[in-house]
């Protein structure tokens, strides 16, 4: 049965790929090129019938003999008797990026469509080939240039591109965007999630100006388990035989040149000794530059070694335990998506004043420049997609989107030394399907980038005071890695907990990837009261009393740094729309658990000296 539905899903990979309007795969390194922002402020019309993209008969305007009659039309009225039924200048205007919920209050909860027009000028030149780049929009974009369709792309965090070449006029462009959040069982994520669904353009966009054959994708990363083995590859898009690329580290004094083969490809294994390993003890980055006939790339890249061996972690051949915090795409600071390098940055350095020498970037790949300053900063990275809870398993449309998303992910970050984990998917409920679904995404993984550990956020189940964790998934992936809520969802106030124990059945490294419980910042009582300090400290205690039993124990990621949104989250004194499980206020104060887990992460780190 297995294999059938294996074979379902593969068949149907073209069938998503012809819905979504296929494309190159993401610019590697799009801030490296010649780019001009189109970021600031866009016009804005609220469309919840979807006037603008549907004809009274519910026909896509944009499927219709003539292409036009919707808002990407971006008409403007020429004569007096003219009727058009929107204007995009007499519209609102909100930062891009930026989501709509924070921007205006009547759209805090609004799930639907909206209409996001920018004019720009562009002075396009022959020879040269154009790209229209966004870092993200939440969930599914439909593109228009000039009143042509560009495409469609599906999925709230991965970047996708379109070419523009030939269709940018030179002056005055019109850009509309038809961003739609609404939630639908057969996507990925699904209609139930338990974080605040922001909808509009919510990273970065560029127009990219490139060479007719640029430098489409590189990787430059160290062998799985050797501490000198360099593995360089690169693409030239739309390329042939015998152009000359160049790769240097200048401080190495490292330099190598190729030609590329009949796909305009380069593919190489060399040895480089006295490399300064990278971990977060040491965030050692070096410059390398690529270089080719038109271009010349400059990035940041570490190099280290990960790999699991019996029930340890090895980072750069040393065991290691995971001092960790999970943390959202959000700035509990200011409603919203994290929208600058200083908001990134402040929440990493929230995570290091923990003492956490790692960050589960949940439930779905966060920016790019996130992963960047985890590098720079040494922290390291489990890096999520969306595949949360209970999907459409059957549904290969579904598998084909999930697959994509993963893809685009491990395309993105696969030259960042920080990201040491791929996880394929959080809290998924056990049947045949589902484990078809996520040991294809497993097997998916595992040939995009075999360097980094494959895992998931498994879930447990309980036989009296025992905690049992057999998920078959575990046989796939790299980690014990499973979630679990005592003292909160199930197993009585915190002092009762400590009568759990484990039954793991896999060899593997044990890594707790959420546990915790929801506490309001200034709320004190005694420790057996819920939404307390002392009850949220007192979980924290016990916990790791009880985890301290696994003797493969070596991480825990707890649920979570600071306090988010989530509309699930309904208590009208304590929750008000947010999860409180925090060990930090939304005001960033630190709650009382705070200091119980960061001592813990003291102590692991004289342990693992």
């Known amino acids: 049965m297995l294999k059938s539905i294996s074979r379902v899903f593969i068949i149907c990979l073209s069938l998503f790929s012809s819905i979504c309007f296929a494309q190159v795969s993401s610019i590697q390194n799009i801030q490296a090129r010649k780019i001009q922002s189109l970021n600031g402020k866009w016009n804005y019309i609220v469309d919840p019938y979807e006037n603008g993209f549907y004809d009274y008969r519910h026909e896509p305007f944009d499927q219709s003999k003539t292409g036009t009659g919707g808002f990407f039309d971006d008409k403007e009225q020429v004569n007096k008797s003219e009727l058009i039924e929107y204007n995009f200048d007499g519209s609102p205007q909100m930062n891009v990026p930026g989501d709509w919920n924070s921007q205006s209050e009547k759209l805090e909860l609004y799930e639907g469509t909206v209409w996001l027009r920018r004019k720009f000028n ?28 560009l495409g469609i792309h599906k999925g709230g965090f991965t970047p996708f591109q379109f070419e523009v070449t030939g269709k940018l006029k030179s002056g005055n462009n019109s850009l509309v965007v038809k961003a739609d959040n609404t939630r639908k069982p057969d996507e990925i994520p699904t209609v139930n999630t338990d974080w605040w669904n922001y909808g509009g353009i919510t990273r970065d966009v560029y127009l990219a100006e490139l060479p007719e054959h640029f430098i489409a994708d590189y990787k430059m990363q160290l062998e799985k388990g050797s501490n000198n083995s360099i593995s360089f590859s690169l693409k030239l898009a739309d390329a042939f035989a015998g152009q000359e690329v160049s790769v240097s580290i200048p401080e190495l004094n490292l330099k190598k040149d190729y030609k590329t083969d ?61 001092r960790g915090i999970s943390m959202h795409d959000e700035n509990p600071l200011l409603q919203g998506r994290l929208r600058s390098q200083g908001d990134m940055r402040m929440m990493l350095q929230w995570a290091k004043d923990l003492n956490c ?250 342990k693992y000296k």
């Open 122 to 149: 562009a002075q396009p030149e022959k020879g040269k080939r154009y790209f229209v780049y966004f870092g993200a929009v939440n969930y599914e974009a439909h593109v228009y240039l000039n009143g042509k369709k």
């Open 262 to 322: 009949s796909e305009g490809k380069i593919s190489e294994v060399f040895i480089w000794n006295n490399l300064s390993l990278w971990s977060p003890e040491n965030p050692k980055l070096y410059t390398v530059n690529i270089k080719s006939a038109n271009e010349n790339i400059e990035d940041k890249i570490g190099f280290r070694t990960i790999e699991v061996k019996g029930d340890s972690i090895l980072l750069n051949g040393k065991s290691v335990f995971f």
């Open 357 to 606: 020498n790692y960050v589960r970037l949940a439930h779905y790949p966060h920016n790019e420049e996130m992963i960047r300053l985890a590098d720079e900063m040494g922290l390291l990275v489990w890096a999520e997609v969306p595949v949360y809870w209970t999907i459409s398993w059957e549904n290969p449309v579904t598998y084909a989107n999930a697959k994509q998303q993963l893809t685009d992910l491990i395309s993105r970050d696969k030259n960042r030394a920080s990201v040491v984990v791929w996880s394929i998917g959080n809290e998924t409920p056990l049947s045949a399907p589902r484990l078809s679904f996520m040991s294809n995404l497993a097997e998916t993984a595992r040939s995009l980038d075999d360097t980094r550990l494959v895992a998931a956020a498994l879930e447990v189940h309980r036989e009296g005071n025992t905690m049992i964790l057999n998920d078959p998934l575990g046989e796939k992936i790299d980690l014990v890695s499973f979630n679990e809520y005592a003292g909160w969802y199930f197993g009585g106030v915190p002092s009762e907990i400590t009568k759990y124990d484990f039954n793991i059945k896999y060899n593997k490294p044990v890594v707790i990837t959420e546990f915790g419980g929801d506490a309001l910042g200034g709320f004190h009582a005694d420790e057996n009261t819920r939404w307390s300090e002392e009850y949220q400290e007192a979980l924290y205690k016990n916990q790791l009393t009880m985890l301290s039993k696994i003797s493969s124990l070596r991480g825990i990621i707890p649920w979570i740094l600071a306090d988010f949104r989530s509309p699930r989250r309904q208590h009208p004194v304590y929750q008000n729309f947010w999860n409180r499980k925090g060990v930090m206020t939304e005001t960033g104060k630190k709650k009382k658990a705070y200091f119980v887990l960061k001592n813990f992460y003291n102590q692991m780190q004289e």
